[in-house]
C-alpha cells in the first residue's frame, strides 16, 4: 500500500505540472514580442532554403558569402518593396477615405450606353430610372461602410513601426537561421521525434513542404503579379495606383486574380478618352493576368494545390489577427494545418517506415485523393 501510495503521489503531479505550466507562460511572456518576426522568417527560409544551398555552391562553398546574398536579395526584392508600399499607403490613403465618406461618391451618368445597338436606349433609360428613384439613397447608405472599411485597412497599415519592427525581425532571424538552418531543422526534428517517434519526424518535413508550397505558389506569385499590376497603372495614369496595388495583391492572394481591379481601370481609360494608355493597359494586363499560370507551376513543383477557401480564410484572418504580417502568415498556418490534418485522416503507415518514405508515400495519396 505505502509502494503504491509512493507511485501515485498525486500532489507530486499537480506541482510538477503546475511548473511546467508555469515556465511555458513564462517562457511564451518574454519570447511574445520575437514570434511573428520569427514565425516570417521561418516561412522565409524554409522557402527560399533551396535558392541559398545553389549559391553556396556558386560562391565557393562559403556560407557567409551566401547569406550576405540571400540577405541583399530580401532587402531588395521582398523588404525594401514592402516598406514603400506600406508607406505609400497610409500617405495616400487620407483623400480616398475623405472621399467616400464626404458624399462625393456618386453614380456616373454612363450617356455610352445610348450607343449600344438595339438595346441602347433601353439599358440607358433603366439606368437612370435606378439612379433617379433610388441609387443615390443606396450610395448614401454604403457610403458609411465604405468609410469603415477603408479605414479598417488604413489601420492595419497604420502601425508602420510595430510592422517596421516586425520586418527588422524578420531580416535578423532570416540571417541567422540561414547560417545554422541545418542545426535548427535537426533539433525540431529530434524533438518531434520525441513528440511522435517517426510520425513526427514525417509531420515535420510534410510542414515544410506545405510550408514552402503557400509561400512560394501564392505569396510570391500574389506580390508579383499584384506589383506588376501596379507598375502597369502608374505608367498608365491611374490615380491611387498604389492602393490599387494593395487592393491586387490581397485580391491576388485571396485567388481572385489582378484582373478584379485591372479591368475596371481599363474601362476608365476607355472612359476617358484615352484609348492609348488604355490599350496598353490592356495587353499588359493580359501579361499579368496570365502570369500565374505560368510562374505558380514553376514554384510548386510538388503540385499541391490548396482549397480557395483555405487561402481565403487565411488571409482574412490573419489580416484581422496580426495586422499586415497576418497575409503572410495566416494562409501558411491554415495550409500546414490542412495538411498535416489531410495526411492523418488517409494514412497510417507502419511505425518502422522511414520519414522521407513516409513523406512521399502520403504525399502520392492526398494529391491522389484530392
Known amino acids: ?28 511572456w518574454v519570447v511574445q514580442p520575437f514570434i511573428l518576426g520569427f514565425a516570417w522568417a521561418s516561412m522565409v527560409v524554409i522557402a527560399t532554403w533551396p535558392l541559398m544551398i545553389k549559391l553556396q555552391h556558386l560562391l565557393w562553398g562559403r556560407r557567409s558569402l551566401a ?8 532587402l531588395l526584392l521582398f523588404i525594401i518593396p514592402i516598406a514603400v508600399l506600406v508607406n505609400s499607403l497610409i500617405d495616400n490613403s487620407a483623400p480616398v477615405i475623405a472621399w467616400a465618406t464626404q458624399g462625393h461618391l456618386v453614380l456616373p451618368q454612363l450617356d455610352w ?32 461602410y465604405i468609410g469603415r472599411t477603408t479605414s479598417f485597412f488604413v489601420a492595419q497599415a497604420g502601425h508602420f513601426g510595430r510592422f517596421m519592427l516586425h520586418l527588422g525581425l524578420m531580416l535578423l532571424f532570416s540571417v541567422l537561421l540561414y547560417w545554422r538552418g541545418e542545426q535548427v531543422g535537426q533539433g525540431i526534428r529530434h524533438f518531434a521525434c520525441r513528440m511522435g517517434g517517426r510520425r513526427g519526424d ?18 510570391v506569385t500574389a506580390l508579383v503579379q499584384g506589383v506588376l499590376g501596379g507598375i502597369g497603372l502608374a505608367i498608365s495614369g491611374i490615380p491611387y495606383a498604389t492602393l490599387l496595388t494593395v487592393v491586387m ?35 499588359w494586363s493580359c501579361v499579368v493576368g496570365t502570369l500565374d499560370n ?8 510538388m503540385g499541391a494545390d490548396l482549397p480557395m477557401i483555405l487561402i481565403l480564410s487565411g488571409v482574412i484572418g490573419g489580416l484581422v489577427a496580426f495586422g499586415m504580417i497576418g497575409l503572410f502568415i495566416g494562409p501558411v498556418v ?5 495538411r498535416l490534418v489531410s495526411v492523418w485522416m488517409h494514412e497510417v503507415p507502419p511505425p518502422d517506415d522511414d520519414p522521407v518514405d513516409v513523406v512521399e508515400e502520403l504525399t502520392e495519396h492526398d494529391d491522389h485523393t484530392a
Not at 3 to 21: A, E, V
Not at 204 to 218: C, F, K, P, S, Y
Open 1 to 28: 500500500m505505502k509502494n503504491l501510495q509512493r507511485g501515485l503521489d498525486l500532489p507530486q503531479m499537480l506541482f510538477s505540472l503546475m511548473f511546467i505550466l508555469i515556465m511555458i507562460t513564462a517562457c511564451l
Open 67 to 74: 547569406v550576405v546574398a540571400m540577405t541583399i536579395l530580401l
Open 113 to 144: 450606353l445610348k450607343e449600344v445597338p438595339m438595346v441602347g436606349d433601353k439599358l440607358f433609360s433603366s439606368y437612370h430610372l435606378l439612379v433617379d428613384g433610388g441609387g443615390t439613397a443606396i450610395m448614401n447608405k454604403l457610403q458609411p
Open 202 to 219: 514525417a509531420a515535420v518535413l510534410l510542414a515544410g513542404q506545405a510550408i514552402r508550397a503557400v509561400a512560394l505558389g501564392v505569396v
Open 249 to 283: 495583391i490581397l485580391s491576388c492572394l485571396v485567388q481572385l486574380g489582378p484582373l478584379i481591379v485591372l479591368v475596371p481601370a481599363i474601362i476608365w481609360l476607355y472612359w476617358s478618352g484615352d484609348t492609348t494608355w488604355g490599350t496598353v493597359l490592356l495587353v
Open 294 to 301: 505560368v510562374l505558380r507551376p514553376m514554384l510548386i513543383r
Open 334 to 338: 491554415l495550409a500546414v494545418s490542412y
